[in-house]
């Protein structure tokens, strides 16, 4: 697994307690969105869809570490936009590192080795390099060519200065079992301690909608992938039962409090992913007044084709912990990929968008300006 031993410990512990306390919903990983801007237009982003007064805006270092506080979750996943375009980024890595707390700054890498002088490596920081497959598939992806080898020549000048580097994977309708087998092997031998990958969310602000798979598309392509890639040995940062769940042999519903969100416009509902449920004020107003239940695949037909780690990797390590031995089985054996696959959900019957959808405070509209607008008001988009 590409998850160090310290990380898995201080999870493990973490988990414990919250089991000992008797909490049934808890975090595990914070995602803190800090920006949306950024300086690629990938075509299967819906964060930079924002209007440019929206990119502009940047949560506060202060901002970011009372998320970090308020959150409480062991591990804090940094994304955007592009968060290396933050000038205040580097004080909020060393913010949350004292914290004890693990930090993956998620970047595309172009400005990672100009910038990388202004972290100090630590088992806390792992920088997470954005790479959709390999040179030809990343570049289309990503919508500019040079990238890949841009973000390459990084992840080795990074791993000389010493620094941990995870690879962050999507994968696309299209994906090869055996290209995507190559790439896995190549990010290895660049030296990489961890491969995160995910099938792609159709975000409704991407600009293209026919590169997202469906749920059978998601399930067959991975059974590939492992099949291709038998006896190869992938670092890849999840759990064994994520894996199998990815292959179809797993029933789960999504944990979407497993990984919050805290962006520029508050905290996310109901996850990183989307935001139909408008936004809360506070981590606690989120957990405790959020209608959870009317998310998830075969409940909002925003979930339908989802089965991305952010929402699926919390309930694989609940499962993990209510079942060890199920666990160490599957994570000895790897993901099966043949007999019958689990059944698909029913898909979720549409439903009348909320008055919150899309719906941005513009509390969050005024901070760049410094403006403080009438109270409750909200702006629309889009």
């Known amino acids: 697994m590409g998850i160090p031993l310290l990380q898995q410990y201080r999870v493990g512990t973490y988990i414990l307690g919250q089991k000992l306390a008797g909490n049934r919903r808890y975090p595990l990983v914070l995602m803190l969105e800090p920006l949306f801007q950024c300086n ?30 308020e959150c409480g979750a062991p591990v804090v996943s940094i994304a955007g936009g592009e968060p290396l375009l933050h000038k205040e980024m580097p004080r909020v890595v060393d913010g949350i590192i004292r914290r004890r707390k693990f930090v993956y700054l998620c970047t595309n890498a172009l400005l990672a080795t100009k910038r990388m002088k202004d972290y100090t490596p630590s088992p806390y920081l792992t920088f997470s390099i954005h790479l959709d497959g390999d040179r030809e598939r990343h570049d289309a992806s990503v919508c500019q060519e040079g990238v890949y080898d841009r973000a390459t020549e990084a992840i080795t000048k990074l791993r000389e200065a010493g620094f941990r580097v995870n690879v962050n994977c999507t994968l696309f309708q299209g994906e090869d079992p055996e290209r995507a087998r190559d790439f896995f092997d190549e990010a290895t031998s660049l030296g990489v301690e961890g491969i995160t990958v995910s099938p792609a969310f159709d975000y409704e602000g991407a600009k293209r909608h026919d590169i997202f798979m469906g749920i059978r598309t998601i399930k067959e392509l991975f059974r590939g992938i492992f099949r291709a890639g038998k006896g190869h040995k992938w670092p890849l940062s999840h759990s064994g039962l994520y894996l199998d769940f990815l292959a179809g042999n797993q029933d789960y519903a999504c944990t979407p409090w497993g990984n919050p969100t805290r962006n520029i416009f508050g905290w996310q509902r109901p996850c990183y ?3 139909d449920g408008g936004y809360a004020p506070t981590f606690r107003a989120l957990m405790a007044e959020t209608d959870w239940e009317a998310y998830g695949v075969g409940r909002h037909p925003k979930c ?14 609940e499962d993990t912990v209510r079942h060890p031995w199920k666990a160490l089985k599957t994570a000895l054996r790897g993901p099966r990929t043949e007999g019958p696959m689990a059944p698909d959900p029913p898909p979720a019957e549409p439903r009348k968008a909320p008055d919150t959808v899309a719906t941005i405070p513009v509390e969050a509209i005024g901070r760049s300006t410094g403006e403080k607008p009438a109270h409750g008001a909200n702006r629309q988009v889009g």
Do not use: W
């Not at 440019?52 to 949560?59: F, P, T």
């Not at 339908?304 to 390590?317: I, K, P, R």
């Open 273 to 275: 992913l989307h935001a």
């Open 304 to 317: 339908d084709n989802c089965m991305a780690h952010c929402g699926f990797e919390a309930t694989a390590v």
């Open 40 to 69: 690629l237009a990938c075509e299967g982003c819906g964060k930079i869809a924002y209007p440019d007064d929206i990119l502009a805006q940047r949560m506060s270092a202060e901002e970011c570490l009372e998320a970090v506080d």
